[in-house]
């Protein structure tokens, strides 16, 4: 399984709303943890209907659950890979910071994993802004990282032959 870092920003409108947004983002993202390991565990249970267990997940995880509320399974999908797209990856190891305005999380998880879920989470939740990038999606161009120096009046040619 491919692994990437992910970066995740978010920014609010001021500290106190961004503090409070980090709490329960962190029991979001700690719930997550809890259900991506549940949803591993029952998976296998093909003698299961997986919409019930699919439900199950759901009643055990009411704040992870917010991020996958629409989410339909067929009744022959026994793996229950449904998850696998719409629910973010996230390991035991992801950073959370908050500082003033903003909230930054980072995280190494399966390369394919939409964070999307959690941006639209804490912009419902009071962040004026947010987004994601996967590292596998920067383009690493040396050229565009040279800081330049921008000349703000350009000497005369009497002044410069002086």
Not at 22 to 40: C, I, K, M, P, S
Not at 90 to 107: C, K, R, V
Request: proline residues 4%; charged residues 25%.
């Amino acid at each position: 399984m491919g692994e990437s870092h992910y970066y995740l920003r978010a920014e609010f409108r001021d500290a106190e709303t961004a503090a409070a947004a980090g709490l329960q983002f962190r029991e979001l993202l700690d719930d997550l943890l809890v259900l991506n390991e549940d949803w591993q565990a029952i998976r296998g249970q093909q003698h299961r209907v997986p919409a019930e267990r699919l439900e199950e997940i759901k009643q055990a995880h009411p704040l992870a659950a917010e991020l996958i509320a629409g989410l339909q399974i067929k009744a022959d999908e026994d793996s229950m890979n449904v998850l696998a797209g719409p629910l973010p990856n996230l390991s035991g190891a992801y950073e959370l910071e908050g500082g003033g305005t903003e909230l930054l999380l980072d995280d190494e998880v399966w390369h394919c994993t939409d964070w999307g879920p959690l941006v639209d989470w804490l912009l419902r939740h009071g962040a004026v802004g947010a987004g994601f990038v996967n590292e596998e999606w920067l383009e690493i161009d040396p050229w565009s990282h040279i800081e330049m120096r921008v000349l703000v009046s350009a000497p005369s040619s009497a002044e410069a032959s002086a």
